[in-house]
């Protein structure tokens, strides 16, 4: 059974910090990519981070210097992703998605990739 499940989120002020956690689950999961989205409303979701099965990392520019993102495996089905983040501005207030990106490699289509349901973070001024 497939279960994404995001968790962290809430209000801060601007400057503050918080960490999101993702604990999901899925066949094989550990081999999968890990990702960190967000989306405020009208606007297109956006990717914020993501670690490879591998534990690379990658930032997208708006975050760089101010998010970690990191992962741990409990086994090769469950693992649990987090996002710290610190020196917060209004510019992060968005819905935060983590996503697990199962696609095979080498695979000429997506997927599956499964999503959690969202968290809130809201960075007042």
């Known amino acids: 059974q497939v279960q994404v499940v995001e968790s962290g989120g809430g209000s801060v002020q601007a400057g503050g910090s918080l960490k999101l956690s993702c604990v999901a689950s899925?066949?094989?999961?550990?081999?999968?990519?890990m990702g960190w989205h967000r989306q405020t409303p009208g606007e297109e979701r956006e990717l914020v981070s993501s670690i490879s099965g591998d534990g690379i990392k990658k930032y997208s520019d708006f975050v760089k210097g101010r998010f970690t993102i990191s992962r741990e495996k409990a086994n090769r089905d469950t693992n649990t992703m987090y996002l710290q983040m610190t020196n917060l501005t209004t510019d992060d207030t968005a819905v935060y998605y983590c996503a697990a990106d199962c696609t095979p490699p080498g695979s000429p289509g997506l997927g599956p990739i499964y999503w959690g349901q969202g968290t809130q973070v809201t960075v007042s001024s």
């Open positions: 899925a066949y094989m999961l550990s081999r999968c990519n």
